[in-house]
């Protein structure tokens, strides 16, 4: 008897490759919204601290180069392709649980309040790190009113 292991979100990645697949028709606008032809997606971290927001993203076995990492109006993306390793196959078993290939994952930071020209990025043993500082507040402006006489 054969075991087979069991993975619930593996149902829902096919899902979603399924349905990207059927909708790529629809253009690139499509496929870069809900539905993505991604074949795997980080996991991340998003935390919003006072000044700033900082994203840390599991991205084990990418180079750096090989990340592309965009923020404009509020939407932050972060996109890349994990290149698949030269295997040779030999008698015997074999079975690869390793992800590759592309991934992609997108953020609306709130409001406007993201500075895109102040994005630091890091990348230390597979994990991407963003800090993204936010516009300082704008403060309140008193308007002096005058009289018409």
Same mark, same amino acid.
């Given at each position: 008897?054969?075991? &087979? $292991? !069991?993975?619930?979100? +593996?149902?829902?990645?096919?899902?979603?490759?399924?349905?990207?697949?059927?909708?790529?028709?629809?253009?690139?606008?499509?496929?870069?919204?809900?539905? %993505?032809?991604?074949?795997?997606? /980080?996991? =991340?971290? @998003?935390?919003?601290?006072?000044?700033? *927001? =900082?994203?840390?993203?599991?991205? /084990?076995? @990418?180079? /750096?180069?090989?990340?592309?990492?965009?923020?404009?109006? +509020? &939407?932050?993306?972060?996109?890349?392709?994990?290149? %698949?390793?030269?295997?040779?196959?030999?008698?015997? !078993?074999? $079975? @690869?649980?390793?992800?590759?290939?592309?991934? !992609? $994952?997108? *953020?609306?930071?709130?409001?406007? %309040?993201?500075?895109?020209?102040? =994005?630091?990025? #890091?990348?230390?043993?597979?994990?991407?790190?963003?800090?993204? /500082? #936010?516009?300082?507040?704008? #403060?309140?402006? $008193?308007?002096?009113?005058?009289?018409?006489?």
């Amino acid at each position: 008897m054969a075991i &087979i $292991r !069991y993975e619930p979100l +593996g149902l829902l990645s096919q899902l979603q490759k399924e349905l990207a697949h059927s909708f790529s028709h629809f253009g690139n606008e499509f496929s870069e919204g809900l539905l %993505s032809n991604a074949e795997w997606m /980080p996991a =991340v971290d @998003v935390k919003e601290e006072g000044n700033q *927001f =900082v994203i840390h993203a599991d991205i /084990p076995g @990418v180079k /750096p180069e090989d990340i592309e990492v965009n923020l404009e109006a +509020g &939407i932050l993306t972060i996109k890349g392709e994990k290149k %698949s390793e030269s295997k040779t196959e030999k008698e015997g !078993y074999t $079975r @690869v649980e390793r992800t590759q290939g592309s991934f !992609y $994952r997108r *953020f609306s930071l709130p409001g406007a %309040s993201a500075d895109s020209e102040a =994005v630091v990025a #890091k990348f230390k043993n597979g994990v991407l790190e963003l800090t993204i /500082p #936010k516009h300082e507040a704008e #403060k309140p402006k $008193r308007i002096t009113i005058s009289t018409e006489e």
